[in-house]
Nanobody, 127 residues
Framework: QVQLVESGGGLVQAGGSLRLSCAAS????????MGWFRQAPGKERLFVAG????????AYADSVKGRFAISRDNAKNTVYLQMNSLKPEDTAVYYC????????????????????WGQGTQVTVSS
């Protein structure tokens, strides 16, 4: 069992930056690929970024490439999402998720592959 707690959301003006953190409980954080998803009001939850167990591979949605960066610190059981050049369309609840996967070099963008989810943190970008 893994418990995930997101933090770092808030209100920011367009063009600004935020850094989200997701702290995981347990001593097996390194066994999980990690992902960030987001859900805007009235819309489906979408993949934003993912990182493999060791951090050696990352993946991004086209809408955030070049603006967002995912990273992880396995010693601190934490995954981060650095968000730069924010746009109003980035407004959403952001969720982190953990995918227990034996392969250390795989990242998946499908929410159905993720086993554990955080409660989410609200990000609001004003124009």
């Amino acid at each position: 069992q893994v418990q995930l707690v997101e933090s770092g959301g808030g209100l920011v003006q367009a063009g600004g930056s935020l850094r989200l953190s997701c702290a995981a409980s347990g001593r097996t954080f390194g066994n999980y690929a990690m992902g960030w998803f987001r859900q805007a009001p009235g819309k489906e939850r979408l993949f934003v970024a993912g990182i493999s167990r060791t951090g050696g591979r990352t993946a991004y949605a086209d809408s955030v490439k070049g603006r967002f960066a995912i990273s992880r610190d396995n010693a601190k059981n934490t995954v981060y999402l650095q968000m730069n050049s924010l746009k109003p369309e980035d407004t959403a609840v952001y969720y982190c998720a953990a995918d227990r996967i034996p392969n250390s070099n795989i990242v998946t963008a499908s929410e159905y592959d993720y086993d554990y989810w955080g409660q989410g943190t609200q990000v609001t970008v004003s124009s």
